[in-house]
C-alpha cells in the first residue's frame, strides 16, 4: 500500500473511542487531564487537583507528578509502566506574548534511565488544551503501531490503526495533516506528533511536534529532542499523535485580565519591532545569529568540544546562513510569535539518502543544530549542514545529541580505539562529510555501524571499553556526556559558571537550566564562589518556569528593553520578568510576584531532584562532568590556547616556563577539578541541599513539598 | 490608491474626525476609539495626526493572513481571522495600528473618507499614493 491521503483515510480502525465534552477553559486550565493506557486500550478522563495548581503549577511540573505516580524505583524506559506526557501549562496558548505555545514532554529517558524533559514549540501543547486537557498521559504498550486522535471540535478521543508505511517523520506530519484537514483553510487547526526510523533504531529518537505553515503552504515541525523520548515513543508502539481544533481565540484561556496580557504583549512586540535588527537579529536568523559570535568568543565547539574557533569558522557564519534562510516572513511556531526565529530553508534539493533529489523545505538550522552537526565535526558547509538536519528531523534523532555522539565517535577514529574495519569502511575522521552523513543515514536506517553510534555516548564507552580495550580513562575524559545524556554546543571549560550549569542540570548538560557563560567569563560579573552560585540558583529556577508555563525562553533575554544594560541587575531583564509575573497573574488571576515566581520553580526543581533520588541518581556523585568540559584533556589542547593557560597557571604561583606540556596539563587538571568540586558545595549549600546535593527535609518543607512520599525518599539519603 | 492625506499645520484639533469615526466603527462617540488619532505636542507645528499610511508592513507580521490588501490596496483587516495577537501593532512603523482593552481586535483607517469630508479646515484630506 502506498502512502496517500486517501489510503490514510480509508485505511483508519478505530480500537478504542471515548466521546467526551470539552471543557471550558477557566483561567489558563482546563481541569481535566486525559490517560491513555496502550496496552489495555483505555481512554479516560482525569480531574486535575487544586494541590496540583498549587504546587506543580503545570506543564513540566504536571508531567512529573503524573510519571511520579506512574513509576516505581525498579522501572526502565521500556517498562509498560513508563509514561509520556505532555503538557502545555496555563500561559500556553495566550496569542500576546511571544513564544507562549510550547509543549513540556516528560518521560524516563532510555539514555540516562532517569527523569527527562524537553520544552517543544508547534500547536500540539495548546490545541491539546483547549481541546478540554491540560495534560496527555500515555502509558502502556500497543501491540500494534497506532495513532491516537483528539478532536477537540466534536468531542472525541479515538485509538487507532492507521497504514502508515514510511519511516520518515515529514511525511507522517504532511500526510496525517492532508488527511484529517478537510481543506487547505482547515489544515492550520491539526497538529501532529510523530518521529522517523531513527527513533526505532536508536536511542536519541526525537518528536517532532508540527504547526501549518499557511505562507509556504508546508507543514513545519519542531523538536522535543533531548534523551531519547522518540524512542519511548515508539516502544509504545505509537506512529503518532493528532490533534485537531479549529476554535482559536485570543482567548481561549479564558484569561482574568485580557488588557493585562495584550498591554505586555504590545509593548514587546514593539520591542522586537525596534530593536531586534540590532540586538540578536532573531527574526533574521533565529538562534543561528550566534553562530559568529561563538567562533570569535572561543565558544564554538569544534572537533568534539576540543576547540572553540576555527578559521573555517567564518564558512557557516551568521551571514551565511541569514543568505539560506527565506527573509521577511512570519517564522512563529505559535500564533503571535513576534520574535519569529523559527527560520527555514525553501526548495532545498537533497544530495543523499532516500530523498535524494528531492526539494524540501527545512526548519532551522538553529545554532545548536549548526554547531552540532558542522564545527563539531569539523566540517564548514552550510548545506551539508541543512542536509544533515533535514535528515535527523525526518529520521527522528536528536540534533545535539547525533552531534556530540558523531564528534566523540571521530575522535575516537583519529585516535586509533575504532578503525575502518570496526566501523564498516567509514573514515570517520573529523571532517569526513561522506563518511559523516552515510553514518547519520545508517542510524536512522538501523543500519551497520549506525546500530553502534544510536547507543549513545555512555553506552559507546562501555562498548569500546569491553570490545576494543579503549581506556576507559580517556573516554571519559573525551566523551561529552553526563548523567547519560550528550552535552549541548557550548564550550565551557573556561567559564566555571557554565561547566555548573550544565553538570548540575537536573536531566543532563542541556543549556536550557543555565547558560552563565559572558557572564562569567567574557564579563566577569559573578567571580566568587557565592556569586556563582546565586546564579546557579537563579537563573535554573527562573528558566525552569518557563517550562511550567508552556513558554519559551527566548523572548525573556533574546530581546533587551531600551536601557536594561544600564541596570544593576540586566543579566536578569528585570523588565521582562515583570511581565511574566503580569501575564501569569492576567491569565490565572492570581497575584504573584517575582519572588513566587522563583518559588513555583523551586517546588518543582526540588521535586524533579528528589525524582532523580528515587530512580537511583540525583547526587552529588552524577553531577560529575568528563574533564573536556572543564579543560585541556590533551597536550595539542592545551596549547592551542597555551598564552592562555599559561597565564592561569602564573596566577597560581608555577612556573611555566620551567614545566613541559604534560605536567602543566596535570597541574591545570588537579585545580581545575578542585575548583569544580568548591563550586558543587557553594550550589548545594545555596539550594538548601546536603553536601552530597540532596534536598534537605527543611528545605522541602519551606516549600511545600514535603508530603510523605517525597520525605520517605529523601530520609534514606541524609 | 487613495490613503488619507493629512496637513498638520491646517488641525485645529477639533475632534471632529476622530468623532465621525469611532461613531461609525464603534457607534459611540468616543475619540479613544477612533481609527484616526489627532493630538497635541510640543514639537512644531503643534499636532500629530495619526493616521494609517498603507505601507503594508502589518501584513507580513500577521500570523494567519487576516491582513490584506483590498483591490483598492488599501489594508483591511479580516476580523474573523484575526486571533488578537496584536503582532500587527507592534509592527505598525507608525504606530497607526490601534489597539484598546475592551476591544479584541486591533483597528485601522481603511480610508473610507469620512472624516475628510467634515474636516473644517481641510487638514486632512484623500490624496493618491503610490503602492
Known amino acids: 500500500m502506498t502512502l496517500s491521503v486517501e489510503n490514510v483515510r480509508t485505511s483508519r480502525k478505530v480500537l478504542a473511542e471515548m466521546e467526551y465534552t470539552p471543557a471550558g477553559i477557566d483561567k489558563g486550565y482546563s481541569g481535566k487531564s486525559l490517560y491513555v493506557n496502550l496496552s489495555e486500550g483505555k481512554i479516560e478522563p482525569k480531574t486535575v487537583t487544586r494541590e496540583m495548581k498549587d504546587i506543580f503549577t503545570g506543564g513540566k511540573g504536571f508531567g512529573l507528578w503524573y510519571l511520579w505516580q506512574a513509576v516505581t524505583p525498579k522501572t526502565k524506559w521500556n517498562d509498560p509502566e513508563n509514561e509520556i506526557v505532555i503538557s502545555a501549562g496555563p500561559i500556553g496558548g495566550i496569542?500576546?506574548?511571544?513564544?507562549?505555545?510550547?509543549?513540556?514532554?516528560?518521560?524516563?529517558?532510555?539514555?540516562?534511565?532517569?527523569?527527562?524533559?524537553?520544552?517543544?514549540?508547534?500547536?500540539?501543547?495548546?490545541?491539546?488544551?483547549?481541546?478540554?486537557?491540560?495534560?496527555?498521559?500515555?502509558?502502556?504498550?500497543?501491540?500494534?503501531?497506532?495513532?491516537?486522535?483528539?478532536d477537540g471540535d466534536t468531542g472525541k478521543v479515538t485509538l487507532e490503526e492507521i497504514e502508515l508505511e514510511t519511516g520518515a517523520s515529514h511525511l507522517v506530519s504532511e500526510i496525517l495533516t492532508e488527511a484529517f484537514a478537510e481543506s487547505e483553510e482547515d489544515k492550520k487547526h491539526i497538529s501532529v506528533v510523530s518521529t522517523g526510523s531513527g527513533a526505532d533504531n536508536t536511542l536519541i529518537g526525537l518528536l517532532n511536534f508540527s504547526w501549518y505553515d499557511p505562507r509556504r503552504k508546508a507543514v513545519r515541525m519542531k523538536q522535543a529532542g533531548r534523551g531519547g523520548i522518540g524512542t519511548v515513543f515508539r516502544d509504545k508502539k505509537l506512529k503518532a499523535l493528532v490533534v485537531r481544533f479549529s476554535g482559536l481565540t485570543g482567548k481561549n484561556n479564558n484569561p482574568v485580565d485580557f488588557g493585562k496580557i495584550q498591554k505586555a504583549g504590545v509593548k514587546i512586540h514593539k520591542e522586537i519591532n525596534n530593536f531586534d535588527d540590532v540586538q540578536c537579529r532573531m527574526r533574521q536568523a533565529g538562534t543561528a545569529n550566534l553562530m559568529t559570535t561563538m567562533n570569535d568568543y572561543d565558544l564554538l565547539p569544534v572537533m568534539n568540544f576540543q576547540y572553540g574557533s576555527h578559521p573555517e569558522g567564518k564558512k557557516i557564519s551568521t551571514e551565511v546562513f541569514i543568505s539560506k534562510f527565506t527573509q521577511n516572513i512570519y517564522d512563529g511556531c505559535w500564533y503571535g510569535c513576534s520574535m519569529s526565529c523559527c527560520k527555514a530553508v525553501d526548495d532545498f534539493e537533497l544530495k543523499t539518502g532516500p530523498f535524494k533529489g528531492e526539494k524540501v523545505v527545512v526548519d532551522g538550522p538553529e545554532y545548536e543544530n549548526a554547531a552540532a552537526l558542522g564545527s563539531n565535526w569539523g566540517i564548514f558547509d552550510p548545506d551539508f549542514i541543512i542536509e544533515a538536519n533535514f535528515y535527523c528531523d525526518t529520521y527522528g534523532i536528536d540534533t545535539i545529541s547525533t552531534g556530540t555522539m558523531m564528534a566523540f565517535i571521530m575522535e575516537c577514529y583519529e585516535n586509533g580505539i575504532i578503525d575502518k574495519e570496526i566501523t564498516g569502511g567509514l573514515e570517520l575522521n573529523f571532517g569526513n562529510q561522506e563518511a559523516a552523513m552515510e553514518l547519520l543515514h545508517q542510524m536512522g536506517q538501523g543500519r551497520g555501524f549506525g546500530k553502534i553510534a544510536g547507543l549513545a555516548i555512555r553506552r559507546m564507552k562501555e562498548f569500546f571499553v569491553k570490545e576494543y580495550g579503549a581506556d576507559p580513562d580517556f573516554l571519559q575524559d573525551i566523551g561529552m556526556e553526563a548523567k547519560g545524556l550528550e552535552y549541548s554546543e557550548y564550550l565551557s571549560k573556561e567559564s566555571l559558571a557554565q561547566q555548573g550549569g550544565f553538570g548540575l542540570a537536573n536531566k543532563g548538560p542541556q543549556h536550557d537550566e543555565a547558560w552563565l557563560i559572558f557572564m562569567d567569563m567574557v564579563n566577569n560579573q559573578i567571580p566568587t564562589f557565592e556569586d556563582k552560585a546565586e546564579a546557579l540558583?537563579?537563573?535554573?529556577?527562573?528558566?525552569?518556569?518557563?517550562?511550567?508555563?508552556?513558554?519559551?525562553?527566548?523572548?525573556?533575554?533574546?530581546?533587551?528593553?531600551?536601557?536594561?544594560?544600564?541596570?544593576?541587575?540586566?543579566?536578569?531583564?528585570?523588565?521582562?520578568?515583570?511581565?511574566?509575573?503580569?501575564?501569569?497573574?492576567?491569565?490565572?488571576?492570581?497575584?504573584?510576584?517575582?519572588?513566587?515566581?522563583?518559588?513555583?520553580?523551586?517546588?518543582?526543581?526540588?521535586?524533579?531532584?528528589?525524582?532523580?533520588?528515587?530512580?537511583?541518581?540525583?547526587?552529588?556523585?552524577?553531577?560529575?562532568?568528563?574533564?573536556?568540559?572543564?579543560?585541556?584533556?590533551?597536550?595539542?589542547?592545551?596549547e592551542s590556547r597555551a598564552e592562555r593557560y599559561d597565564g592561569q597557571l602564573k596566577e597560581l604561583g608555577y612556573d611555566p616556563e620551567s614545566m613541559s606540556t604534560e605536567e602543566k596539563v596535570k597541574v591545570m587538571r588537579q585545580h581545575r577539578e578542585e575548583m569544580y568540586e568548591k563550586l558543587m558545595d557553594a550550589v548545594y549549600l545555596r539550594r538548601g541541599w546536603t553536601n552530597d546535593g540532596v534536598p534537605k527535609l527543611e528545605t522541602l518543607k519551606a516549600l511545600g513539598i514535603d508530603f510523605p512520599e517525597v520525605v520517605e525518599v529523601v530520609k534514606n539519603h541524609l | 490608491m487613495k490613503i488619507v492625506g493629512k496637513n498638520e499645520s491646517e488641525c485645529i484639533l477639533c475632534g471632529t474626525c476622530e468623532s465621525i469615526c469611532s461613531e461609525h466603527y464603534f457607534k459611540e462617540d468616543n475619540r479613544e476609539k477612533s481609527r484616526i488619532q489627532v493630538s497635541e505636542i510640543d514639537e512644531d507645528p503643534g499636532v500629530d495626526i495619526n493616521v494609517c499610511n498603507q505601507c503594508g508592513d502589518c501584513i507580513d507580521a500577521c500570523p494567519v493572513l487576516a491582513l490584506s490588501r483590498a483591490k483598492s490596496g488599501i489594508v483591511i483587516?479580516?476580523?474573523?481571522?484575526?486571533?488578537?495577537?496584536?503582532?500587527?501593532?507592534?509592527?505598525?512603523?507608525?504606530?497607526?495600528?490601534?489597539?484598546?482593552?475592551?476591544?479584541?481586535?486591533?483597528?485601522?483607517?481603511?480610508?473610507?473618507?469620512?472624516?475628510?469630508?467634515?474636516?473644517?479646515t481641510e487638514a486632512i484630506f484623500m490624496e493618491e499614493a503610490e503602492l
Open chain 1, 95 to 150: 496569542t500576546q506574548y511571544p513564544g507562549s505555545g510550547k509543549s513540556l514532554v516528560v518521560t524516563l529517558s532510555p539514555t540516562t534511565n532517569s527523569i527527562m524533559d524537553s520544552n517543544v514549540g508547534g500547536y500540539f501543547g495548546p490545541y491539546l488544551k483547549f481541546s478540554g486537557w491540560d495534560a496527555l498521559e500515555l502509558q502502556g504498550k500497543s501491540a500494534k503501531d497506532v495513532v491516537l486522535y483528539i
Open chain 1, 537 to 638: 540558583h537563579y537563573f535554573p529556577m527562573f528558566r525552569t518556569w518557563f517550562g511550567l508555563q508552556g513558554l519559551c525562553k527566548l523572548p525573556w533575554n533574546d530581546i533587551e528593553p531600551e536601557g536594561n544594560k544600564q541596570l544593576e541587575e540586566a543579566n536578569k531583564v528585570p523588565e521582562h520578568v515583570q511581565n511574566y509575573v503580569d501575564i501569569f497573574n492576567g491569565v490565572t488571576g492570581k497575584n504573584i510576584d517575582k519572588e513566587e515566581l522563583i518559588r513555583q520553580s523551586e517546588r518543582v526543581y526540588n521535586f524533579q531532584r528528589v525524582f532523580n533520588l528515587r530512580m537511583g541518581f540525583g547526587k552529588r556523585e552524577h553531577d560529575k562532568v568528563p574533564y573536556r568540559s572543564q579543560g585541556p584533556v590533551t597536550v595539542k589542547e592545551y
Open chain 2, 77 to 120: 483587516l479580516n476580523r474573523k481571522k484575526c486571533i488578537s495577537c496584536f503582532n500587527c501593532v507592534g509592527a505598525c512603523p507608525t504606530d497607526s495600528m490601534f489597539f484598546r482593552e475592551d476591544e479584541d481586535n486591533p483597528y485601522k483607517c481603511i480610508a473610507c473618507a469620512r472624516c475628510t469630508k467634515e474636516c473644517p
